[in-house]
């Protein structure tokens, strides 16, 4: 679902190095998204689009809990009661369905399209930019 994955998604130390990368940024905030109080979930995290430089929202929610309402909770929390620099943005694959729906039930409201490489798909796709005003 997600297209603008890590080149070698299966590469774990470059994986590690990637979290020590973002973990120490100051910009960044994030928080870990724990279910029933005690299962991890995934993640929501906020970062400096040092290109753009905007600030962005991404999101990862683990396959067993899809479809439950956690990334849309996730981030409206993470929004109402960690991050609240506004505006924020969001960028998402034209065909991430699930990703786009949750972000509009977040009130992001789509500002513009792009173009990128997507490790994951193995060529450019197409992606909405989204933006919360307040
Ligand atoms: C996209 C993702 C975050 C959705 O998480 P989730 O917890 O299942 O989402 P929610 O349960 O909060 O669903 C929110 C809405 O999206 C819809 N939705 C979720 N997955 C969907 C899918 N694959 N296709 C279509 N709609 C979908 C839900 O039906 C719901 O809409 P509704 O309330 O109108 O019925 C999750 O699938 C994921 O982590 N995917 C991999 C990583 C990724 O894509 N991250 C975002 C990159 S931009």
């Not at 070698?8 to 960044?28: E, G, M, Q, T, V």
């Not at 290109?51 to 309402?69: F, M, N, P, S, T």
Request: positive net charge; glycine residues 8%.
């Amino acid at each position: 679902m997600a297209a603008f994955t890590s080149e070698k998604p299966n590469d774990k130390d470059a994986f590690l190095n990637h979290w020590r990368k973002i973990r120490s940024d100051n910009a960044s905030g994030m928080k870990t998204i724990i279910l029933d109080e005690s299962i991890i979930a995934g993640y929501v995290l906020s970062y400096q689009d040092l290109d753009l430089g905007q600030l962005e929202v991404a999101y990862w929610i683990g396959k067993d809990y899809w479809g439950r309402g956690v990334a849309t909770r996730a981030l409206a929390e993470f929004l109402n009661n960690f991050q609240k620099t506004r505006p924020i943005f969001a960028r998402v694959a034209k065909d991430n369905l699930g990703s786009f729906r949750v972000l509009q039930k977040c009130n992001f409201k789509v500002v513009g399209e792009g173009k990128g490489f997507a490790n994951a798909r193995g060529k450019e796709v197409e992606e909405f930019v989204l933006k919360l005003e307040k």
